[in-house]
């Protein structure tokens, strides 16, 4: 892959958003220990076909990795139909290259989707491009819709962060709860859209 620059961005979760502060995945309170590839890191910038070779460069080992975990979603996220075009910087993920996947089509809505019904879920699996062209996997997000009741605080949603490895570094309501606050914390800015961000119009895939 040729030499690639960096790209700047303004992150609208940063500075002084709940997301950034209490990010597992940041420098200093990194899960994965110190050289694992999960740390954020400026993005490069990559045309879309040098992003979706990056991608196809690491799909492999990245899905082999996630289903590590036991986790349902991580075994099955890879069939369910996926929402962009190409993998784009996600400012709200560490600014990684993410893609985005869903169990329900109403996702493809965008912002006209309305509350998901419980059973939905989200997936976004990442990867993070070096100056040099190096790819690495990095965490695999999930969202999903619990039934009412569930956890008033994230609006019944229940966020997981798998490594790549398979480990999981939390889940709502269970081991490791307090390294996906931050999730509930930045998706809630978002609770005009049921707690869900979506990615720039640009990468979309629209639905019929």
Known sequence: MPRLARKAAANPCAAKNPCAAKNPCAAKANPCGAANPCGAAAPVKLTNAEAKKAYDCVRSAMLSGYAKSDNPV?????????????PYVSETHGQRFVNNYANNKIYGRFEKAGAMPSGAAMAKNSFVVAPDGKVSVGPLFVMEK???????????????????????????????????????????????HDSLFFMPAQYRIKQK
Request: aromatic share 12%; proline share 7%.
């Open 74 to 86: 991580a075994a099955i996220f890879a069939k369910w139909p996926p929402f962009n075009t190409v």
């Open 146 to 192: 619990m039934p009412s009741g569930f956890n008033r605080e994230s609006d019944n949603w229940r966020y997981t962060m798998i490594m790549p490895d398979g480990s999981v570094a939390g889940v709502t309501k269970g081991t490791g709860s307090e390294n996906v606050e931050f999730c509930i914390a930045c998706h809630k800015t978002a609770q005009q």
